[in-house]
């Protein structure tokens, strides 16, 4: 019994130490200007805010937390877990480097509990106001985009995306966790607004006009928007509050305004909303 009472005393202490936390702060520059230039943030574990300013520096933030079993993992994920950022000429590219991850892809070789250490950033970058950006993160953390023109893909896992007074086209989506969009100024090209466990919101200003691809297996779609039936068949249309709304299952068009662009939205647990921007 004393032995037995020793090692549970003892297992507190071995299985873990307080955080420490680290600030980092860079001043990051491009070497041309235009609408060509490119920010991508891939992450693992943590969150990405980018709000613009009125320079031409990306100025980036970057909370690092660490917790390990001991002193010598300590040292381990200071050297195995670094920030690899590269700052091209019309492109800055701040990665997350681990052992256990392939970028950009997020996959995961051996798992953060085989090398005794968890390692954790969440970003803050404030940036030029046109920029078109790829921003990607997996676990404990949220994407957020404010004011920036230009083209985007954004990628999470298990977080939300939230993206308002923005300009352009591109690909928001997410695994668990809902996408809530605002444009500034209404997409001239394709957009994909995806997740599987969350809502799709997405605010456009009036008029719109566009092709409106819908999908929800487990929720309705919702729009303010008049539409009409594009070449495929819709289901039945009701009226719930002044809102047209649409039955979940298979994928259905319609069209919007005299039509343009494709914009898709889809999604598997959760409902789909097409709003005016007030």
């Not at 070449?231 to 009701?238: D, H, L, N, Q, S």
């Amino acid at each position: 019994m004393k032995i037995l009472l020793c090692f549970l005393l003892l297992v507190p202490a071995a299985r873990c130490q307080d955080a420490r936390e680290e600030t980092i702060t860079r001043t990051l520059r491009f070497s041309v200007s235009g609408t060509e230039r490119s920010l991508l943030v891939d992450n693992i574990q943590g969150s990405i805010m980018v709000t613009s300013h009125e320079g031409e520096t990306v100025e980036m933030t970057a909370i690092r937390r660490t917790r390990a079993k001991s002193e010598i993992k300590f040292q381990e994920a200071a050297e195995d877990v670094v920030l690899d950022i590269q700052e091209q000429r019309s492109r800055i590219e701040i990665v997350v480097d681990a052992p256990w991850r392939d970028r950009w892809n997020g996959r995961y070789s051996r798992g953060e509990r085989y090398y005794g250490y968890e390692v954790s950033f969440d970003f803050e970058l404030k940036v030029p106001k046109t920029l078109n950006l790829y921003l990607h993160t997996v676990n404990d953390g949220d994407i957020k985009v404010r004011d920036v023109n230009g083209e985007f893909e954004i990628k999470n896992v298990n977080g939300n995306v939230t993206m308002t007074g923005i300009s352009g086209a591109g690909h928001a989506s997410s695994v668990n966790g809902s996408l809530q969009i605002g444009f500034r100024v209404n997409p001239a090209d394709e957009c994909t607004f995806r997740t599987v466990n969350g809502s799709v919101e997405v605010f456009f200003q009036d008029p719109l006009a566009a092709e409106l691809l819908l999908k929800t297996f487990n929720g309705k779609a919702y729009t303010d928007f008049d539409v009409t039936a594009a070449p495929r068949t819709i289901p039945t249309i009701k009226e719930k509050r002044g809102k047209k709304i649409y039955r979940g299952g298979d994928a259905y068009i319609v069209r919007t305004g005299g039509g343009g662009p494709q914009l898709a939205f889809d999604t598997l647990n959760g409902s789909i909303r097409i709003l005016k921007h007030q």
